[in-house]
C-alpha cells in the first residue's frame, strides 16, 4: 500500500493525513451506503489521446458503472493504484443514441471500435471469453472523455479546463506510442498483438460504417480546446 508520503507527492505538498481524519473516514465508510461506488463493475485499461495536441497520450484507468443497456459512466483515474489520481470523467453511449444527437454535439464524441479490435481496450485479469459479449456491444459504442487533470504534464493539482480527448485510432496521430503499450502489457503480462489477432473475427463496425462526425479530427484535421473567459453573471431579477 501506498504512504501518505507517496500519496502527498503526487498532490503539490499537500499535509500527510491525520490519524483523527483516517479515524472519520472509516467511521464515515461504514456508515455510509457509498451505493454510486458499489455499482461500479467494470476496470478498463486503455489509452486516450488529447484532442488539442494529440501526440501527448496517456494510458487511462475506466471505472465503469452502466446505468442501462445504452448508457455507461466513467471514472476515469491514471492508474490503479490506491493512491490513483482522479483525471477524468467518460460517458458511454450506443450507437443508436449517439445517431439522435446533433451534428454539433456528435463533433465531441469518439468510436471505439478499433480501440477493441486492436487489442488496446482490455479488462485487467479477465479472462477474454468472459468479456468477448461486452466487448462487442462496446465496440458499436461511442465516448465522450473529459479529462480534468492533466498529470502527465507534470501538474500537481487539477489546473485551468478541462480536456477533450479522443480515442485511439489507426491511422497518423491515432497510432499509440509503442513504448505505452509495452509499459501496459508489461504490468499486466498480456500481449496487445495476440488480442488484437484473437479479437480479428469480433464483430466489429468497419471505419467506412462509423458515422463520419464521430473522431471529428480524422475527416477535418482540426480538434477542439476549451478556453476560459470572463462574462457578465446573470443578475436576479428584481421583485416588481
Known amino acids: 500500500?501506498?504512504?501518505?508520503?507517496?500519496t502527498t507527492g503526487k498532490t503539490g505538498g499537500g499535509k500527510p493525513m491525520s490519524v483523527e481524519q483516517h479515524m472519520l473516514d472509516k467511521g464515515a465508510q461504514m456508515l455510509q451506503s457509498l451505493k454510486p461506488i458499489k455499482h461500479m463493475n467494470q476496470h478498463v485499461c486503455t489509452f486516450a489521446l488529447y484532442?488539442?495536441?494529440?501526440?501527448?497520450?496517456?494510458?487511462?484507468?475506466?471505472?465503469v458503472t452502466r446505468l442501462n443497456q445504452d448508457f455507461l459512466q466513467c471514472a476515469v483515474y491514471d492508474s490503479d493504484d490506491s493512491t490513483a489520481r482522479l483525471i477524468g470523467v467518460e460517458y458511454i453511449i450506443s450507437g443508436g443514441i449517439f445517431e439522435s444527437l446533433s451534428p454539433e454535439e456528435q463533433k465531441l464524441w469518439h468510436s471505439h471500435a478499433h480501440e477493441i479490435k486492436s487489442g488496446l481496450w482490455v479488462n485487467p485479469r479477465v479472462p477474454e471469453m468472459v468479456v468477448r459479449p461486452e466487448l462487442e456491444n462496446l465496440a458499436?459504442?461511442?465516448g465522450k472523455f473529459?479529462?480534468?487533470?492533466?498529470?502527465?504534464?507534470?501538474?500537481?493539482?487539477?489546473?485551468?479546463?478541462?480536456a477533450?480527448?479522443?480515442?485511439?485510432?489507426?491511422?497518423?496521430?491515432?497510432?499509440?506510442?509503442?513504448?505505452?503499450?509495452?509499459?501496459?502489457?508489461?504490468k499486466y503480462n498480456i500481449s496487445t498483438d495476440s488480442l488484437k489477432a484473437a479479437r480479428a473475427e469480433l464483430?466489429?463496425?468497419e471505419p467506412e460504417r462509423i458515422n463520419p462526425e464521430a473522431?471529428?479530427?480524422?475527416?477535418?484535421?482540426?480538434?477542439f480546446a476549451i478556453?476560459?473567459?470572463?462574462?457578465e453573471m446573470k443578475k436576479i431579477a428584481a421583485f416588481p
Do not use: F
Not at 1 to 6: D, G, K, P, Q, S
Not at 151 to 161: C, E, H, Q, S, V
Not at 164 to 186: A, N
Open 140 to 142: 458499436k459504442t461511442y
Open 203 to 205: 464483430a466489429v463496425p
Open 215 to 223: 473522431d471529428y479530427w480524422k475527416q477535418n484535421g482540426k480538434g
Open 227 to 231: 478556453e476560459v473567459e470572463s462574462t
Open 1 to 6: 500500500m501506498a504512504t501518505t508520503e507517496e
Open 164 to 186: 477533450l480527448m479522443m480515442s485511439p485510432q489507426e491511422l497518423d496521430l491515432g497510432i499509440v506510442k509503442l513504448d505505452l503499450v509495452k509499459k501496459r502489457d508489461d
Open 51 to 63: 484532442s488539442h495536441d494529440m501526440t501527448r497520450q496517456i494510458e487511462t484507468h475506466h471505472y
Open 146 to 162: 473529459w479529462c480534468t487533470w492533466q498529470t502527465d504534464r507534470g501538474d500537481k493539482l487539477p489546473m485551468g479546463p478541462p
